[in-house]
């Protein structure tokens, strides 16, 4: 018997959601399509209430720092 919990996708939600079930205690396994992890960044941008839930984590504030703030923006 398996004693982990897959979670499919290992894009922000995948990770988010197997990141938030190991603080409770559960094994993960996180299943994807891609035959290896990507290089580069995938997220463009990343909305207040998604830090919001990172905060517990200590996620939020790696990615914080590490990323660029976008004070406005355009449409066209």
Known sequence: ???T???IGAGPVGLAA???LAD???????VDAAPRAATES???VVNPR???LLESTGVA???VAQGRAIHRT???
């Open 1 to 3: 018997m398996n004693d």
């Open 5 to 7: 919990t897959p979670v």
């Open 18 to 20: 197997a990141l938030f």
């Open 24 to 30: 409770q205690g559960m094994r993960t396994r996180i």
């Open 42 to 44: 995938r997220a463009q």
């Open 50 to 52: 998604a830090l919001e």
């Open 61 to 63: 504030q790696a990615m």
């Open 74 to 76: 355009r449409f066209y």
